[in-house]
């Protein structure tokens, strides 16, 4: 086993190195994974860069196997969408929503998932155009309307005939 317990080698018992007893010797690595998680219920794509890029809509996920080591994966949230929360299932790995960035600490053999919470953003409403005021019945005068000054009334000349 290496020092890092990421890599076994086994081989034939009593391998003095002459060739007297030698054997065959393998040499493995245990593999681990990322896998990065959508939680929204969306039909919206989801996009990923980093160690595990892809693009993901709804509850499914993107898993690289991966050797021991540190990795990261950042999601591109899109628009009408807010990134609430990512949460990992270890206690090494971390993920922060201001940048939208989780962080894979993964020991050999390990298999780490971080799941990206998101929630729709609602889009405001428009504000509703004010009602029309109702067109006046005959004979009302509308208070907003402009009313012609009343007439003066006129003497009439007096006629002379002569």
């Known amino acids: 086993m290496s020092n890092d317990n990421a890599t076994i080698a086994i081989g034939a018992p009593d391998n003095d190195d002459t060739g007297t007893l030698a054997g065959q010797v393998r040499v493995y690595g245990l593999p681990g994974s990322i896998t ?11 996009t990923y860069t980093g160690d595990a890029p892809g693009t993901i809509t709804s509850s499914d996920a993107i898993t ?12 591109t949230t899109p628009t009408g969408w807010t990134l609430t929360a990512i949460t990992c299932d270890d206690t090494d790995s971390t993920g922060t929503t201001t940048d939208a960035t989780a962080t894979f600490v993964v020991a050999p053999g390990e298999h780490v998932t971080c799941t990206y919470t998101n929630t729709s953003t609602p889009t405001p409403e428009p504000e509703p155009e004010p009602a029309p005021e109702p067109e006046p019945t005959s004979g009302a005068v509308r208070p907003d309307a402009v009313q012609a000054p009343a007439a003066t009334p006129t003497r009439a000349q007096p006629t002379f005939v002569g």
């Not at 990065?36 to 989801?46: G, L, R």
């Not at 050797?67 to 950042?74: D, F, L, S, V």
């Open 64 to 75: 690289v196997p991966v050797r021991a080591g540190t990795y990261t994966a950042t999601q």
């Open 36 to 46: 990065v998680h959508i939680d929204a219920d969306a039909t919206t794509a989801f």
